[in-house]
């Protein structure tokens, strides 16, 4: 594999990690689709390391049917301006991933084509999975942890 | 939700306001089809734009069944998160139990006794058969064989005792645990399980003799739902569906986990690619379910039946009246868990619906930092539209039921 947006390549647990550019992340995606036989998308999601910066990861995991190996492709993006571009030209299947990743994290993808909620109802403030949020609501006014 | 946002949620597919050519063109309109539709088997909302009884759009609509069970996984230690686990796939807890397990015990690197791995295979097999079972079902309750309802569920009926045998509990058993299995198997499981096993092919024939040639199921199943490979893995698909367009695609088999390498079976393929097409792959794999768990019953190796590992698992009974160490153990266990080294992984696996991947993050603290559920449910969903645009509304149900989604799947 050899790309000028892969940043870093580690092997642990017997699994393979590639650390990229976001900038350049579409271009890596359909280069590892066409050329490395990724056909699959397993899922998108991200992780918050609130407070470090940069703030978010951004985590593909890809399936390769012909070469049967899993591969983990791994974006950091800054708390300030969470945002990447869309992978959804690359599979399809990023669609929902990518709308329940911003539904969960506020991670902003680029010309997505219809990036609303997709799990919490669409007037929800707020996203639950990010490390501020508070585990119970005080909204409703049953506690303030 | 406020008017303006539900209208505009709507008004993603819009009907078309132009007046029909002629009286008897068929008109466009919007149809709204549950969250609280029988067929959909669940809470999933679909919204149908329709034009006569064809369906030119249609919009899953989901999130009903939203219980943030992430953002709650990394509240609990790491051994608390296995019932949460079960509460996902509420048909196939054992197969989520297990991910679960088999990623953290990753994290640990823990060596599992290979009684342990037999008897985690033999339970999520009998649990794919529980799984199986109500989908068909189910589906041909949908469909609108009633008879084969009660012929399902009488033989689930069977597998649910045998969840509580081991377990105490029908549905939510939480059995599987990070090193190992919860309790002991319990005394006299070969001949329940046995027993079961011996009867339960004669029952997949039955299911066969009610279906196989009856003509109203052949001429709802055949040619309906159909999806093409390509679509298939560009949107995600994973599981019986794809394995029914031809392609062996069974974690079993790829990335063997908890000694499945040892097991000699199939991995049932089809062609047709229809409802048909899952149906028959479903029941093969049935077939195959049982000639795993027989096989298992019968090699079933001696040993432990949990990972030696005293500062994961609580300590014997016995021990910790006679040994200060399995106390200090026990009480540190109970009182702050047991650290997980930092690290992360992807495990996945072979549930009855596809893929299931556990994607953990540990900082190496006691509780996990992140805990991504990759649910073959929600992946599936996503190619819903691809296959219900452009067939009749009457056949969406078999095409949906077909595809075996659990709600509390999709939506965590």
Known sequence: ?145 | MTKELFEEHVATIPATQEPPASPSAPRRMTLNMGPQHPSTHGVLRIVLELEGEIIIKADPDIGFLHTGIEKECEQKFWQQVVTLTDRVDYLANLSNNLVYALAVEKLLQLEIPPRAQWMRVMLTELSRLNSHLVWLGTHALDIGAMTVFFYCFREREDILRIFEMFSGQRMMTSYIRIGGLALEPPRGWQQAVGKFIRAFPSKVDEYEELLNANPIWLRRTKGVGFISLEDMLDLGITGPMIRAAGVPMDLRKTQPYSSYDKFDFKVATHTDNDVWGRYRVRLTEMRESANIIRQALEGMPDGPWRADSPHVLLPDREKMKTQMEALIYHFKIVTEGFRVPKGEVYQCIESPRGEIGYYIVSDGTSKPYRVHMRTPSFGNLQGLPKMLEGILIADSIAALGSMDFVLGDTDR
């Not at chain 1, 399936?63 to 899993?70: A, C, L, P």
């Not at chain 1, 929800?124 to 303030?144: A, C, S, T």
Request: proline fraction near 6%; glycine fraction near 6%; hydrophobic fraction near 35%.
């Open chain 1, 1 to 145: 594999m050899n790309h000028p947006a892969i940043l870093e390549m580690v092997e642990t647990l017997g699994e393979t990690t590639l650390i990229a550019d976001p900038a350049q992340v579409v271009d890596l995606c359909r280069y590892l689709r066409e050329r490395e036989k990724f056909v699959r998308l397993s899922t998108i999601t991200a992780v918050d390391w609130y407070p470090a910066e940069p703030r978010f990861e951004v985590v593909y995991h890809l399936h390769s049917i012909e070469n049967n190996r899993y591969l983990r492709l791994k974006c950091r993006l800054s708390g300030a301006t969470p945002e990447i571009d869309s992978a959804t030209g690359v599979w399809r299947s990023a669609n929902w991933y990518e709308r329940e990743t911003y539904d969960m994290f506020g991670i902003v993808f680029r010309n997505h084509p219809n990036l609303v909620r997709i799990l919490m109802p669409l007037d929800w403030e707020g996203f639950p999975l990010r490390k501020d949020y508070p585990v119970h609501g005080n909204k409703y006014g049953y506690g303030n942890e």
